[in-house]
């Protein structure tokens, strides 16, 4: 069982569940081990160093860009990959359902390192338990919970759009229940930096994380509208919304709330001309398609940061260096 979190140096046939286990210095070691492995790559001299190593995608909910980032990234590393991304069609799911724990006891006995997705909040702990210390855990997003490697994407992505972290203004918009959200503000707390969150109506911060942002860092800023936050800010980070559609009609009294599509003139007005747009992805209707074609879309490229991101974190995981 996971017991008291450990830096990445120490992950090697651990768990990675929150980005409570990093500190600084962790965070800044694997950005520096993902750049060494994106230049190998980009010059195919990837070192192949996980033959005869296994990667179990196990995904109980939708993914898209997570569950195929850490299969490429085995991949890219010469390791192979196995699982499910539908628990209907095995005994994970279906009438003939067995015990999580039991699914996940069972899949550690045939990979080295197991990635899990569930709805469930939780859900990536008890597989870490069930795993035991036969094989290590990946939380790929766990309900309302985390989903460290998103976050560990996101802030790669910051650092090399920028070439650092202190000192960088970042706004925080839409559904700030998610639990890319929550990673995010955890990821950023050993950082001099300043969050401005300014929510969805009925969406905002929960009373936990804003405590914790008190204690601990970083700073954070409740605002209302996006038009007194976007002159001050470097970066925005925009959330999905899953629950709910968003809405592109302005509220009754005019204020552009978390909720209001990003659009190209949008940051024309109010933006900074080097402001830099990031999104998890999906998207629905929060980033407008004006911003793909300009210097404001960060988008695209941390979508393809997911990969050497998790190359670096399966090297110090599974000690392929």
Not at 37 to 54: C, D, K, S, T, Y
Not at 73 to 97: H, N, S, W
Not at 193 to 221: I, N, W
Not at 266 to 287: C, M, N, S, T
Request: proline fraction near 6%; hydrophobic fraction near 40%; include cysteine.
């Amino acid at each position: 069982m996971v017991t008291a979190p450990a830096p990445p140096e120490a992950l090697h046939g651990r768990h990675l569940l929150s980005m409570q286990q990093f500190q600084r210095r962790d965070l800044e070691n694997l950005f520096t081990k993902a750049e060494a492995l994106r230049l190998a790559a980009e010059q195919g001299a990837l070192p192949l160093r996980f033959a005869g190593r296994v990667l179990v995608s196990a995904f109980f909910d939708a993914s898209t860009r997570t569950r195929l980032a850490h299969e490429t990234a085995m991949l890219r590393l010469g390791g192979a990959v196995t699982g499910f991304a539908d628990p209907e069609v095995t005994r994970a799911g279906g009438a003939t359902q067995e015990s999580l724990y039991d699914v996940f006891r069972m899949l550690s006995e045939y990979g080295d390192v197991i990635v899990v997705r569930h709805p469930e909040t939780g859900v990536a702990a008890l597989a870490a338990h069930a795993a035991g210390d036969r094989a290590a855990v990946i939380n790929a997003g766990d309900g309302t919970g985390e989903h460290p490697t998103q976050t560990l994407t996101d802030l790669y992505s910051v650092w090399r759009r920028f070439g650092k972290i202190d000192g960088l203004r970042i706004g925080v918009v839409n559904d700030l229940r998610m639990r890319c959200t929550r990673s995010l503000l955890r990821g950023l707390r050993d950082y001099d930096c300043t969050v401005y969150a300014v929510a969805a109506p009925g969406k905002g911060l929960d009373s936990q994380l804003r405590e914790e942002c008190a204690q601990r860092g970083p700073h954070l800023e409740i605002c209302e509208d996006l038009r007194e936050v976007l002159p001050q800010v470097d970066a925005i980070y925009s959330s999905p919304t899953i629950l709910d559609e968003v809405s592109s009609v302005r509220p009754a009294d005019g204020v552009l709330r978390g909720d209001t599509p990003l659009t190209a003139s949008l940051l024309e007005q109010y933006g900074q001309p080097d402001l830099a747009v990031f999104h998890p992805l999906p998207r629905k209707g929060e980033i407008d398609s004006s911003l793909d074609s300009t210097p404001f879309n960060g988008y695209w490229e941390q979508a393809h940061n997911g990969v050497p991101i998790r190359m670096a974190l399966l090297s110090v995981m599974l000690g392929g260096e």
